[in-house]
């Protein structure tokens, strides 16, 4: 383990200079108003990205930024951007076009949008052609040089967009800092990047190909956080079961569990997001070996019918799919699995549709995301024929969601009268003497605490099953 060398490495170091000069201007300005300078970051999409914010804020809290929920008080707005579907792309248009009217009350507030979108040329086009109060502009490859180009801008005297996005796959960058939203559970990324190329997805192209920070740089950040009081981990790839792909010694993704599993006050170890084709039996067997891995797995199946998946290049079959689904449950009969299932994608009939339905009542999963597809540009589904009209792909959709929720309520009136370890995470957004949290398996609870509960592990009895939390009482 000690052999694996990643080339493509580099420090956050490097950027250290540009965050000493923005902090010298927030210093300066600070002393002279007794303000310091404030941020909101509005963040869209999966984990990956919302890791990605954490760490920009980690960034803009050492050149001297304060976060804040208030557009209007913000000196500095950042937008965080998904591609994954069309309806993120327009949700994020309006949004930017809604801050036009901020910036020209006050124009020496600082715009600048970054994450997947801004991989798309044709998004950067529209956004440097008709949105100029936007700022600064950063993918995917380059956050860890956020602070360089804040002051690029800033020191700027004629006020250009400063527009930086790479097409080629960024270093693997260490040592960034973070603020996490919980002190007690964090998000610790393991690799970047997919090969994958299923036809309807933008990812490949947003992120770039598969690389894996090593084993040792892991480690190390995962013993530092629970020297910080972290108890759960969940550890961030695409697709997890890939990881160590690229290193010359032989290091997978289960030894990776395995030596997480070892290190004190650590208590839970989630993983998201693993390939069915790729999820290996030393991996399955995981589940049955290491005690702080959590009974919970997301298996994204996308479709119950094998020529649908043929036609989305995912590189298995139905039938593939049960059989990896047989062997988990064998190893962890108790395991809450869950999943993402596209509907309506070029080509599906009602048929394949109804392959989907009985797949999903088979495996009985504990929840499922759903999605309508949607068109993205550049990927090979895009030019397929056999496109479904939205009026079908709702139907479909409903039809889905109706019972995929009856099989989450159904499992949920299993809870009843069981005793559940929950991480509690903080008060429920509608009561404030309700605290929340999560067990092993990831479902919500409920119950009444107070707050020097948050952050530790507490043992709940259920005694109220609602169709998507739970309630209990402490024990
Ligand atoms: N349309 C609809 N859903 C998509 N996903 C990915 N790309 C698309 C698309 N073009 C879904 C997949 C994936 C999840 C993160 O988003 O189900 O697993
Ligand atoms: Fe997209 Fe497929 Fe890669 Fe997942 S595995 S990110 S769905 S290309």
């Known amino acids: ?91 994020f248009f309006g949004n930017i076009g809604a801050l036009k009217n901020i910036k020209k009350k006050n124009p020496d507030i600082v715009i600048a949008t970054c994450g997947c979108m801004m991989q798309e040329p044709h998004i950067v086009k529209e956004l440097t052609s008709k949105y100029k109060h936007v700022n600064i502009i950063f993918g995917t ?23 930086d996005v790479w097409d080629i796959d960024g270093n693997i960058v260490e040592g960034l800092p973070s603020v996490r939203r919980y002190d007690f559970k964090a998000f610790v990324n393991i690799m970047y990047g997919c090969n994958n190329f299923c036809t309807y997805c933008i990812v490949p192209f947003t992120r770039g190909r598969e690389r894996s920070r090593s084993p040792q740089d892991i480690l190390q950040e995962v013993k530092l956080l629970s020297q910080n009081s972290v108890k759960e981990i969940t550890l961030l790839g695409q697709n997890v079961n890939s990881y160590g792909n690229n290193f010359t010694d032989k290091y997978t993704f289960p030894m990776l569990l395995e030596d997480i599993n070892k290190i004190d006050n650590i208590e839970r ?6 390939h069915p084709k790729d999820i290996s039996d030393e991996l399955i067997n995981s589940f049955a070996t290491l005690d702080k891995l959590c009974e919970s797995l997301h298996l994204p199946v996308q479709s119950g019918s094998s020529n649908v998946l043929k036609l989305m290049n995912r590189r298995y079959t139905a039938e593939d799919y049960m059989k990896k689904i047989e062997k988990i449950k064998k190893v962890a009969p108790d395991i809450a699995l869950t999943t993402d299932i596209i509907v309506g994608f070029p080509g599906e009939t009602e048929e394949d549709f109804k392959q989907t339905l009985k797949l999903v009542k088979e495996v009985e999963y504990d929840s499922a995301f759903m999605f309508m597809y949607s068109t993205r540009k550049g990927t090979v589904a895009e030019k397929m024929s056999g496109h479904i009209s939205e009026e079908v792909k709702k139907d479909r959709f409903n039809r889905l969601l109706e019972t995929a929720n009856e099989i989450s309520a159904k499992k949920n009136k299993e809870y009843k009268d069981k005793i559940e370890q929950v991480l509690v995470e903080g008060f429920s957004k509608k009561n404030e003497s309700v605290l929340s949290g999560r067990n092993r398996k990831n479902k919500l609870i409920n119950f009444v605490g107070d707050e020097s509960k948050i952050g530790q592990i507490v043992n709940v009895k259920i005694t109220d099953v609602k169709s998507f939390s739970l309630n209990g009482v402490e024990v």
Do not use: W
């Open 269 to 274: 170890i989630r993983f998201m997001t693993s």
């Open 1 to 91: 383990m000690d052999r694996v060398n990643i080339i493509n490495k580099e420090n956050f170091s490097n950027q250290e200079y540009y965050v000493d000069l923005v902090k010298n201007i927030n210093d300066d300005e600070y002393a002279k108003t007794g303000d310091a300078k404030k941020f909101i970051i509005v963040t869209f999409g999966c984990q990956m990205n919302e890791h990605d914010s954490e760490n920009i804020k980690g960034m803009l809290t050492n050149m001297g930024y304060e976060e804040t929920e208030d557009m209007e008080k913000a000196n500095l707005i950042i937008y965080n951007t998904c591609a994954i579907r069309e309806n993120a792309e327009t949700r």
């Open 141 to 163: 490859h380059n956050i860890y040089k956020f602070p360089e180009l804040l002051y690029t801008y800033i020191s700027l005297v004629d006020k250009e967009t400063v527009v």
